[in-house]
């Protein structure tokens, strides 16, 4: 992968690991910033479990992104409850700073959640 | 007003929530196990609400001698999947506002709209000090409906929800 792109996999439920994230996080988008990326591709497909607070770094990203004008592209899994339905949540905030792109055909066995 | 999980539950199980998750990983276990009556997504549902809801009482709960502490109840039935926290909360703290996002989430007419205003909120940096994106996940994300039964400082949450479609 190139500079511009970056792959999660695993879960992200452990307060620890999201901390590292965090870091990790600032350090990236200070390097785009520097580096004058317009666009970062982020490949969540393989990561299978998160909590609110790891959905709430992507949030925090995404205002960050937005303030220093590059755009994150997210590639989700549709079969996976969590990522179809959060990430679509994400695009709806109304910022250029998010795409959502879903990778791969949409199961249609899998119930959604009622309104 | 939440009923107590009935006898006639196909199965049921509690644990104690203490800050170390290890109960999280015997709800993982227990919900594997239970699969005939909970198909995959309602499984992958349960494990996401029951991990925010055991985070709720862990953030938000009083401290009981030197830690927080709670039970976390799952009743499983075939296509009904019922998830129950108690704890001893702070009304200012924890319970005010746990109720509050539970009656917002009863009479709203879009559970999503709800999640995409916080996520909204966070954005522009209003109540930032706290996430508080958990029960509106369990609602919007898994599909749950949340009641709560309050006597101070006892606060006890239900998240129940229909699994009609097998995966």
Redesign the interface.
């Known amino acids: 992968m190139g500079p511009c792109e970056l792959r999660f996999e695993g879960s992200l439920?452990n307060h620890q690991v999201q901390a590292d994230l965090r870091r990790n996080i600032t350090a990236l988008h200070e390097r785009i910033v520097a580096d004058g990326c317009q666009t970062i591709t982020v490949d969540v497909q393989g990561l299978h479990?998160v909590?609110?607070?790891a959905?709430?770094i992507f949030?925090?990203w995404?205002?960050r992104a937005?303030g220093a004008n590059y755009q994150i592209v997210f590639l989700v899994d549709p079969n996976?409850?969590?990522q179809r339905?959060?990430f679509n949540?994400?695009k709806?905030?109304?910022?250029d700073a998010v795409e959502v792109r879903e990778m791969g055909p949409a199961s249609s066995?899998?119930?959604?959640?009622?309104? | 007003m939440n009923e107590a999980p009935s006898h006639s539950a196909a199965i049921h199980r509690s644990w104690r929530l203490a800050g170390d998750w290890k109960a999280l990983d015997e709800v993982r276990r227990y919900l594997e196990f239970g699969r005939r009556f909970c198909h995959t997504a309602c499984r992958e549902a349960a494990m996401m609400a029951s991990w925010e809801l055991a985070e709720n009482v862990i953030k938000y709960g009083l401290v009981d001698g030197d830690k927080v502490t709670g039970t976390m109840t799952i009743a499983l039935w075939p296509g009904r999947t019922l998830i129950r926290t108690e704890n001893k909360a702070n009304w200012a703290e924890g319970a005010h506002e746990v109720i509050s996002t539970i009656t917002r989430l009863s009479t709203a007419t879009s559970v999503r709209e709800l999640y995409v205003q916080r996520m909204q909120q966070l954005l522009t940096g209003e109540g930032k000090s706290y996430t508080r994106l958990g029960l509106l996940r369990v609602a919007y994300e898994g599909g749950f409906q949340l009641s709560y039964r309050h006597e101070a400082p006892r606060l006890e949450i239900s998240a129940e929800r229909r699994c009609d479609s097998p995966a």
Do not use: H, Q, Y
Request: proline fraction near 3%; avoid cysteine.
């Open positions: 439920a479990f909590d609110s607070s959905i709430r949030v925090d995404i205002g937005a996976m409850t969590w339905l959060s949540a994400l709806s905030l109304g910022t066995t899998k119930s959604e959640p009622s309104e």
